[in-house]
């Protein structure tokens, strides 16, 4: 290998991303919009919901549960609602999401609205939480004790599981579609065909490539991190340098698969549909909207084949956990990127060579 090739393969291809100013601020800007998006629309509490609280004379909890809930940022209390069955028909009428029946023993009844499972969870959660704090204040010790916990806050964000795999989508899709658009119109408008007749070989080009896009990767990275922890208030508990590393091998591996994919598409229309399988693939099993292990078992096996899946857990395990690589599941992540990205250059590099 040639590095004096390899230096102006890069010079070149990172001098014609500068000239275009447009196409430059997209790719950088373009992932912070899009983690500010996944932060506003998901992840956050439900708010504004509507919850019947029917009470009972023959108990004073209803008074407790009026204070309690009413200082929810979540819920709307409403008290002019007095049987539960017309409450249900509210419910029914899509007036209400739930209703809170004291019955005349001290049972508390829930009826929900359960066509959308993140709403009945936060109304459940709420009432809860206020039954406990309700029990604490009369000297009832309740009945399960949550402890603090071992990793996490005692009252997660669901943003606080999303947002480590949103970097790992965002990380991963960009150097993907970028690498593939870009190789694939080099291809075929002539450009590579000039730069194999100087006698460079493929692993040259590819390499050249990687260190042109790397200087893009790295705004890429840095926006996308800073902006879940100091935009979202995600916490980062472990080494930002480690995860910084972390998202660059997982953008060098998204470049591999992109330039191998750019060897067997014909055109940058069909390299976008080779492109969308991957994506898939990446946004429903490698664990960035579920868990792991919430798939099929036989289906793990296939979500533990591909680096975003690594790197999802490897993220919350440095951010929330604040683990490193004494850990299995980091020090993986790391090995397998690297790996993994190895033998996707080497295999675009015969897929480019067989073609030429």
């Given amino acids: 290998m040639n590095l004096g090739r390899v230096r102006a393969i890069a010079a070149r291809k990172f001098a014609s991303l500068k000239r275009d100013h447009r196409t430059f ?6 992932p912070a919009i899009q983690i ?11 708010v504004g919901l509507g919850v019947a609280l029917i009470g009972n004379e023959a108990t ?3 008074d407790d549960l009026m204070i309690k809930l009413g200082a929810s940022e979540s819920l709307i209390i409403h008290d002019e609602y007095t049987s539960a069955e017309e409450a249900r028909s509210a419910i029914g ?7 809170i029946v004291v019955s005349d023993n001290g049972v508390i009844e829930v009826h929900l609205d359960n066509s959308n499972q993140q709403v009945s969870s936060t109304i459940m959660v709420e009432v809860r939480n206020a039954l406990t704090e309700i029990m604490e204040e009369k000297g009832i010790t309740p009945p399960v004790e949550i402890a603090d916990p071992v990793y996490g806050d005692k009252e997660p964000a669901f943003i ?11 990380c991963f899709m960009f150097s993907l579609i970028l690498t593939t658009m870009s190789f694939v119109g080099e291809r075929y ?21 990687m260190i042109a896009f790397t200087s893009i990767l790295i705004g890429q990275v840095s926006t996308v991190i800073l902006i879940a922890v100091y935009g979202f208030d995600i916490p980062l508990n472990g080494n930002p340098l480690m995860v910084f590393v972390l998202a660059m091998l997982l953008g060098w591996s998204a470049m591999c698969i992109g330039m191998f994919i750019s060897t067997k598409a014909t055109s940058e229309f069909q390299a976008i549909q080779l492109n969308m399988p991957f994506m898939f693939l990446v946004l429903l099993i490698s664990g960035i909207l579920w868990p792991v292990e919430a798939l099929p078992g036989w289906l793990q096996p296939i979500s533990w ?23 299995t599941v980091v020090a ?13 250059l080497m295999v675009a590099a015969k897929s480019l060579k067989t073609q030429d």
Avoid: C, K
């Fill in 25 to 30: 601020a997209f790719i950088i800007i373009m």
């Fill in 36 to 46: 500010l998006l996944f932060g506003i629309a998901i992840g956050q509490p439900p």
């Fill in 60 to 62: 004073d909890i209803d």
């Fill in 93 to 99: 009428e899509g007036e209400l999401w739930a209703a």
């Fill in 160 to 170: 606080n599981f999303l947002a480590p795999g949103i970097i790992t989508l965002v």
């Fill in 189 to 209: 408008d002539g450009t590579l065909d000039r730069v194999f007749a100087a006698g460079t070989q493929p692993s040259e080009v590819l390499i050249g490539h």
């Fill in 305 to 327: 084949s591909l680096p975003t899946t690594w790197t999802a857990e490897a993220f919350r395990s440095i951010m929330i956990r604040g683990w490193g690589f004494e850990q």
């Fill in 332 to 344: 993986g992540a790391f090995v397998y990127n690297i790996v993994f990205a190895a033998i996707m």
